[in-house]
């Protein structure tokens, strides 16, 4: 299984950017996907997950509630990151992350870099 992530750049606080990554799998729908982020001298820390089941439960970090949308389209093999009303302290390298039923987070793709600006 492979993840690519894309979509993060420099953006000014306040504005908006979509991450999106790639699975290169044919039981996609069966993962449960995450995003995670990590800044410089910080530990790596979870952003938002979507499960593997139909309906798609989805669950957030509190920093990022109400601002970040995590989606999926089984059909594209594709997890999404709707990043709203961004901050500078969003700024990290941002990780897709991939886990099989009954299991952990055992797959992860490249970081994509979101910069934002004061």
């Known amino acids: 299984v492979q993840l690519q992530a894309s979509g993060g750049g420099l953006v000014q606080a306040g504005g908006s950017l979509r991450l999106s990554c790639a699975a290169s799998?044919?039981?996609?729908?069966?993962?449960?996907m995450g995003w995670f982020r990590q800044a410089p001298g910080k530990e790596r820390e979870f952003v938002a997950a979507?499960?593997?089941?139909?309906?798609?439960?989805?669950s957030y970090a509190d920093s990022v509630k109400g601002r970040f949308t995590i989606s999926r389209d089984n059909a594209k093999n594709s997890v999404y990151l709707q990043m709203n009303a961004l901050k500078p302290e969003d700024t990290a390298a941002y990780f897709c992350?991939?886990?099989?039923?009954?299991?952990?987070?055992?797959?992860w793709g490249q970081g994509t870099q979101v910069t934002v600006s004061s």
């Open positions: 799998v044919r039981t996609f729908s069966r993962y449960s």
């Open positions: 979507i499960t593997w089941s139909g309906g798609g439960s989805t």
């Open positions: 992350a991939g886990a099989p039923i009954g299991s952990t987070w055992s797959t």
